[in-house]
């Protein structure tokens, strides 16, 4: 079965430091990945998705991605975040043949001043 | 802009209350989602619907319901509230081609307090 792991629960830089969240899927075909972004009392926010392709993945508000096949991760970087960033972070997996995402159970950012 | 509205934001009911959580989507996307999501345990899949008229259960379907009579609208229902149903809705929808885009669009969620 598909499934989704991200082994931090929190995590917490200074502002301007670099982050890295780690994503790591378990799936026997080639999975469809998206990492999304929930700030505090709303929705989630697409950040970026991967389908196929350049497995470095570009996406809004200056974070990135980078689809490693051989370890089975999809990791979320930034090379500085901003206290605005601050907010709780999923990854997700999906499939051409199915019609669900599955979700992991979200790491959240925390920036020091 | 695309958009994905939930009629309620916060809700309190007691238990044993029926309850309807409304979902309406101006996209004109197939495919319609529920999902709950709570501390710790991310994002679960509750029933989807990938046209009118059609819905699955998706992994947590036990104690709901749901509804979708036309495009649009995507209703969850709880036809008798328990204190455990208390957490965070989601709704979401997506276009049919989800080789090409895949990718939810999230209302803003409603939160279920059942005492």
């Known amino acids: 079965a598909q499934s989704v792991t991200q082994p931090d629960i929190h995590i917490t830089v200074s502002e301007g430091a670099s982050l890295e969240l780690r994503c790591n899927y378990s799936?026997?075909?080639?999975?469809?990945l998206f990492w999304y972004v929930q700030s505090p009392g709303q929705g989630l926010q697409l950040l970026l998705k991967y389908f196929s392709g350049d497995t470095l993945v570009q996406g809004i508000k200056g974070f990135e991605a980078e689809f490693k096949r051989s370890q089975s991760s999809f990791n979320l970087r930034k090379p500085s975040v901003h206290w605005s960033d601050a907010a709780e972070y999923f990854c997700?997996?999906?499939?051409?043949?199915?019609?669900?995402?599955?979700f992991g159970s979200g790491t959240r950012l925390l920036v020091r001043p | 802009d695309v958009k994905v509205t939930q009629s309620s934001r916060y809700l309190v009911k007691r238990t044993g209350e029926k309850v309807f959580l409304e979902c309406v989507q101006d996209?004109?996307?197939?495919?319609m989602f529920w999902y709950r999501q709570d501390p710790g345990l991310g994002l679960r899949l509750i029933y989807f619907s990938y046209d009118v008229k059609m819905k699955e259960k998706g992994d947590i379907p036990e104690g709901y319901s749901v509804s979708r009579e036309k495009k649009e609208r995507f209703s969850l229902i709880l036809e008798s509230a328990s204190t455990n149903q208390t957490s965070m809705y989601l709704c979401?929808?997506?276009?049919?081609?989800?080789?090409?885009?895949?990718?939810?669009?999230f209302g803003e969620g409603s939160r279920l307090t059942v005492l």
């Open positions: 979401a929808s997506r276009t049919f081609d989800r080789g090409k885009s895949g990718e939810l669009f």
């Open positions: 996209m004109d996307h197939e495919n």
């Open positions: 799936y026997g075909a080639t999975p469809y």
């Open positions: 997700a997996v999906g499939t051409y043949s199915s019609y669900k995402l599955i």
